[in-house]
């Protein structure tokens, strides 16, 4: 007898009484409390002369390691407040108090790398190479390094402090335009006011009517309220140019590089072994337009089944089969899952009123992970379910692992997720019992592929443009629609007839405060772990120790060191991403003999 999983998650185990809870509320006292105390000893820190101040920088890191801490599971209790009932107003006062308590902590913190980075030469080393601060050698030097390119203390605390409301304000609006929308749609006969997440869900509707319907409605809701889209893209643009500016940064990548660990050769190398590529996909693409009826694809059909044996799985149905193909790779991914299930880690339902999207959260106090999506019973739904759970599995082998090591980046943070994700989605198509089957999920794979090569280049083509225009000042919703829809042209390399020019208003990345340029990390995670899982299939369940050995040290070196380390390549050149992308060919291949 199969077990029967819940499909809503269980957040009363670390704080009971959603955003009521006084449990919680307690919890986010007792944080001010520790912030406030240790705002305090910064102010008085000064910057190391000796070695003997050893002790005194280790104590300060273990406050600053618990006010993270403290932090890290407030933020992510709200996250998922906000997340399961967008019209939990609670929820959103909770989320500015956070913000405040998170700006002024991060004043401090910075403070304290500041002064911890003015120490000489000799100091410094001496400071590292002592027994309570040796195991994040990694860590300091990067916050040294850090604090070298920014302005004083006193400037970068009135940068934070301007943020609230200058910055997160406005990513906080755009959540906000989203989720008052309703998109009135008739359905099967039916009159319907959907959220923009169950709209975005009817993309991959097996009827073309309905799917051309939905995306008309959407981008005419989108273009209702473009001006207020923009308004907000534009300042979230002029806030981070100008404090680029401030700090002499005269490249937007800047940022984001540095925040991914990554050089900028890399990211070249990338994109340059994808683009010469494109022709294959392109191929893909226009056989799907003659499988439609169609001489080009629409951005409609991107995601459009192809069969009607389209595979339905219930949620303990996927549950099982991703528990199954887990296991295949090795015990410890499958067990962990096993356990994510078990204790209502997941929530996944589908009702009206939730956030679109799906993410992964963790509650470092709790050592527990939530996962957030909506589950409708597609294959795809299945994947994404995987992919979530490859994020909880990433945090969960970082637990042995000091909290200031933990601190991965976006394109090694999607490198888990892809992994699990490519684990099922394999096993999906190998287990196929028919032609039409195999053909649906195979065309699932290669929309994902797609997605990556093609549209997140179209982002990240976007966004880079998009900056370069703001410098000169605000730029106009029709110009942004412009300039996305030429973005799209080239990053589908000419594959497509009508594009989505009103994209930038859709997608909620271009508006995280938290992270710049979320794009390319997606991409990168994808060929990434493509390396990882050919590695995986050479060796058998073995592999499943190194996997994890990988994963730990995700956190403390460049993805380039990491690569070295752990797979013995070298990913500055353009043949490393080849790998992936020829695995990516293969199944282009397939599908064309197949739909022959």
């Not at 820190?45 to 006010?67: C, G, H, R, W």
Request: a negative charge; one cysteine or more.
């Amino acid at each position: 007898m199969a077990h029967t999983y819940a499909d809503v998650w269980d957040l009363d185990v670390i704080f009971p009484g959603g955003s009521e809870s006084s449990e919680f509320r307690n919890h986010l006292d007792e944080l001010k409390k520790m912030n406030v105390t240790f705002s305090a000893k910064i102010k008085k820190f000064e910057t190391p002369k000796k070695i003997e101040d050893a002790n005194v920088v280790a104590d300060l890191i273990e406050d600053a390691k618990n006010v993270m801490m403290n932090l890290r599971q407030a933020g992510a209790f709200v996250s998922c407040l906000e997340a399961q009932n967008m019209k939990d107003r609670k929820a959103n006062v909770l989320r500015s108090e956070i913000t405040t308590v998170s700006a002024s902590f991060t004043t401090a913190f910075n403070a304290f790398q500041q002064k911890l980075a003015a120490s000489a030469e000799d100091v410094w080393n001496a400071l590292l190479e002592h027994n309570v601060l040796s195991e994040l050698h990694f860590v300091l030097q990067e916050w040294r390094k850090k604090a070298k390119s920014r302005l004083s203390e006193q400037e970068e605390a009135l940068i934070e402090s301007l943020s609230i409301d200058g910055y997160h304000g406005w990513g906080q609006m755009y959540d906000t335009i989203v989720g008052s929308m309703n998109i009135p749609f008739e359905l099967e006969g039916e009159k319907k006011n959907l959220s923009v997440g169950q709209a975005n869900n009817l993309s991959s509707h097996s009827n073309p009517e309905v799917r051309k319907g939905i995306f008309k409605t959407l981008e005419g809701a989108w273009e209702e309220k473009e001006e207020l889209f923009a308004k907000t893209l534009n300042h979230l643009g002029g806030f981070r140019l100008n404090v680029y500016e401030k700090r002499g940064w005269d490249h937007v990548l800047k940022e984001p590089l540095e925040y991914n660990r990554m050089q900028q050769e890399t990211l070249d190398a990338m994109w340059n072994a994808i683009t010469k590529h494109k022709q294959t996909f392109v191929k893909y693409l226009d056989r799907k337009a003659k499988l439609l009826g169609k001489e080009k694809l629409d951005w409609y059909d991107l995601d459009a089944p192809l069969t009607s044996s389209s595979t339905t799985m219930s949620f303990n149905d996927g549950a099982q089969f991703i528990l199954k193909h887990f296991a295949k790779f090795g015990p410890k991914m499958a067990s962990f899952s096993k356990k994510a299930f078990e204790n209502a880690w997941i929530e996944a339902e589908d009702r009206p009123g939730k956030r679109p999207g799906g993410f992964c959260t963790t509650f470092p106090l709790s050592e527990q992970s939530r996962i957030f999506m909506t589950y409708s019973g597609s294959m795809s739904n299945v994947a994404t379910l995987a992919h979530e759970l490859g994020h909880a599995f990433h945090s969960y082998t970082l637990r042995p692992m000091h909290p200031l090591n933990r601190n991965y980046a976006m394109n090694v943070a999607e490198t888990a997720s892809t992994f699990a994700e490519m684990v099922v989605a394999d096993a999906a198509v190998k287990e196929a019992t028919t032609e039409q089957e195999k053909l649906s999920l195979l065309e699932e794979k290669l929309q994902r592929s797609v997605a990556l090569f093609m549209n997140i280049h179209s982002r990240f083509l976007f966004e880079t443009r998009f900056y370069e225009e703001r410098k000169n000042g605000i730029v106009p919703a029709s110009r942004l629609n412009e300039i996305m829809s030429d973005a799209q042209r080239e990053a589908y390399a000419g594959a497509l007839n009508e594009v989505h020019p009103r994209f930038w208003a859709s997608k909620l990345h271009f508006y995280i405060t938290g992270v710049p340029f979320y794009n390319f990390p997606y991409t990168f995670g994808y060929l990434f772990s493509m390396s990882i899982y050919a590695k995986a299939l050479e060796e058998g369940t073995g592999y499943e120790e190194k996997y994890m050995a990988l994963l730990r040290d995700t956190a403390i070196m460049p993805v380039e060191e990491l690569a070295m380390k752990h797979l013995g390549e070298d990913i500055t050149k353009e043949v490393f991403w080849e790998k992936g992308i020829k695995l990516s060919m293969e199944d282009v291949e397939e599908f064309l003999q197949l739909t022959n």
